[in-house]
């Protein structure tokens, strides 16, 4: 989990992300405010998610930017631990949040016949 801590603390102020973990799963919370499911890619690739996200703002009619901190896009890559999968992988959206579900390995690995 080192590589998974290191990349959490290389993240840039304005990114939340907590990791949870449980006996079968690993449960990524991102912060996406303004991002709709359609806004969004999450992908798994080689031992990395990958969050690609487009934020929708409008500005209020009679109202200028005065200051902006929030990025349109969000691009984060998060090292995935070494006994998660992307088999049966999931993600939502709802209220501003991403949730990736990432399942754990059942057992050792699977197993390799060895002929000779």
């Not at 603390?9 to 405010?33: C, I, K, M, T």
């Not at 984060?76 to 631990?81: C, G, M, N």
């Not at 993600?91 to 579900?101: I, K, N, Q, W, Y």
Request: charged letters at 35%; aromatic letters at 6%.
């Amino acid at each position: 989990m080192s590589r998974l801590r290191e990349a959490l603390g290389n993240l840039p102020d304005a990114v939340f992300v907590d990791v949870h973990e449980r006996d079968d799963a690993y449960l990524y919370v991102v912060d996406v405010a303004g991002v709709t499911p359609a806004d969004v890619d999450v992908r798994v690739t080689g031992r990395s998610v990958v969050v690609d996200a487009h934020r929708r703002k409008s500005v209020p009619d009679g109202f200028d930017y005065r200051r902006e901190d929030r990025s349109l896009f969000l691009d984060i890559e998060l090292p995935l631990p070494m006994d998660a999968t992307d088999d049966g992988a999931e993600a939502s959206v709802a209220d501003g949040v991403l949730e990736v579900r990432l399942p754990k390995h059942s057992g050792p690995g699977k197993r390799v016949p060895v002929e000779g």
